[in-house]
Structures are given as C-alpha cells and as structure tokens.
C-alpha cells in the first residue's frame, strides 16, 4: 500500500503525490520554478498565483498531508502573494529552472498530486 506524500523523482522528471489520485480529476497546467540542490537534485518547487489558477481551496489535501515546519519536506504559503513553496528535502538551492507542470485536482478543486518533466540542466 503507498503511503502519502508519496515523492518520485528522475533527472528529469517530478512527481508528488499527497493523496490517491481521484476517477474524475481534473489537470491544471502551471508554470513551476524548480530548485536544485548541490548534488542536482530538485529541492524545492515554487508557484506563484496557485490560489489565482487553482482556486481559493487548493491547499485543502496538502495542508492536511505535509507539514508547514521540519528539517525535510515541507510546504509554505504566502496569501498576500499567492506564493506556494514545496521544499521537498534541506539543502540550499543553487540553481533554477522553470518549466510546465501540472496539478492533479479532486472534485473539490483540491490539488492531489503535483508533476512536472523537463529537460535535464
């Protein structure tokens, strides 16, 4: 059985899921800032205007399955800016790359799953 948040990552590709994905989701095409890490290793993903593109109760799953303090995975919000940050393990962000992903949406407009592919750095 697969535990949540469930984190799956290549040199080229991001997966996380918060949840079991849904019989009628919905995908959201969103533009994400990644973070690498000193090994190159994807650290963190960055959205801006997630509320504006995903709606007001987005963070629903999310906030219910990762942490908003720790060492390692965690997520933070920002109201004012609309500003969502994914780290997904410590390390200082070296490097950035933007690229085209998706957000996987329940019924309720909630983000189940959040994935990305790009070409490598």
Same mark, same amino acid.
């Given at each position: ?5 469930? !984190? ?9 899921? =918060? ?18 890490? $000193?090994?190159? $290793?994807? !650290?963190?993903?960055?959205? *801006?205007?997630?509320? =504006?593109?995903?709606?007001?109760? #987005?963070?629903?799953? !999310? +906030?219910?399955?990762?942490?908003? +303090?720790?060492?390692?995975?965690? =997520?933070?919000? %920002?109201?004012?800016?609309?500003? =969502?940050? *994914? ?6 962000? *070296?490097? +950035?790359?933007?690229? +085209?992903?998706?957000? #996987?949406? %329940?019924? %309720?407009?909630?983000?189940?799953? *959040?994935?990305? $592919?790009?070409?490598?750095?």
């Amino acid at each position: 059985m697969k535990s949540y948040p469930n !984190i799956a990552t290549t040199v080229n590709s991001l997966m996380v899921e =918060f949840a079991p994905n849904p019989s009628h989701a919905k995908d959201l095409s969103l533009k994400m800032v990644l973070d690498y890490g $000193e090994s190159g $290793e994807v !650290i963190g993903v960055e959205i *801006l205007n997630l509320a =504006f593109e995903a709606g007001n109760n #987005c963070l629903g799953i !999310i +906030q219910s399955a990762v942490p908003i +303090q720790g060492d390692d995975l965690k =997520f933070s919000y %920002d109201e004012e800016c609309d500003a =969502f940050y *994914l780290r997904l393990r410590s390390g200082r962000s *070296l490097q +950035q790359k933007v690229v +085209q992903g998706n957000a #996987c949406l %329940d019924n %309720d407009s909630r983000i189940v799953s *959040l994935n990305a $592919e790009w070409h490598s750095l």
